[in-house]
């Protein structure tokens, strides 16, 4: 099955900060990568969708300058946290597909920042 | 605004026993309903459902969807421990939105 590789699959930073996440597709070209947050014991809150060679499209009250988010090529998107903060601490996971298809999740991203 | 509505949010079940979760949905531009499976950390696929009626069933699971009164069943028959997780729906209409997720916990 399709792969979607995500890493680092931790990472721990001091405030101020900014940490990059990446997500690739090893297997087959995804035209639409998606990001989210998850908070201790609730669901995915989608955070941004994003398609290969055009600006990503943020939901609301997602900040577009704190989370940049580049889709590059087919198989590679970068989420970066801007100068972390304690509050942007949470579990970050990308998952890739094609329109209209299932998606591919990524193992996930435990950002810490102290 | 789309919104996805699991039930029930938990369920504590016994080895054996049967369980059926629920998924309905409010949605403009449906193109397939999905459900996962969460255990730890990221999901893992189990079903997408595009069209009314038509059961899929992989081993002990199946699902269906009615495209009609907007909800799709998730059955897990004969459930082992190893079927505790979070399970969650998520309906794509150009984007996807997940539901709250139904905790199965299932004891031995």
């Known amino acids: 099955g399709a792969v979607v590789s995500q890493h680092p699959s931790r990472v721990i930073c001091k405030s101020g900060t900014s940490v990059k996440i990446e997500c690739r597709s090893l297997d087959f070209q995804a035209t639409t990568m998606f990001w989210y947050r998850q908070f201790p014991k609730q669901s995915l809150m989608l955070m941004a969708t994003?398609?290969?060679?055009?600006?990503?499209?943020?939901e609301q009250g997602v900040e577009k300058d704190k989370f940049l988010i580049n889709h590059a090529s087919l198989t590679l998107s970068t989420l970066t946290v801007t100068s972390a903060h304690p509050e942007d601490s949470s579990f970050y996971i990308c998952?890739?597909?094609?329109?209209?298809?299932?998606?591919?999740f990524g193992s996930g991203t435990q950002l810490s920042v102290l | 605004e789309d919104k996805v509505v699991q039930s029930p949010l938990s369920l504590v079940v016994h080895e054996g026993d049967t369980v059926t979760l629920n998924c309905s949905y409010e949605?403009?531009?449906?193109?397939?309903l999905l459900w996962y499976k969460q255990e730890k950390k990221a999901p893992t696929f189990l079903f997408m459902l595009?069209?009314?009626?038509i059961e899929k069933k992989s081993g002990r699971l199946s699902s269906i969807l009615d495209k009609k009164e907007l909800f799709s069943i998730l059955n897990i028959t004969a459930t082992q421990t190893g079927d505790s997780a979070v399970y969650l729906c998520a309906v794509n209409a150009g984007k996807s939105t997940f539901g709250d997720g139904t905790t199965l916990t299932v004891k031995p």
């Open positions: 595009t069209s009314s009626g």
């Open positions: 949605v403009t531009n449906f193109r397939s």
């Open positions: 994003s398609n290969e060679g055009s600006k990503a499209t943020y």
């Open positions: 998952s890739a597909g094609t329109w209209g298809e299932k998606l591919f």
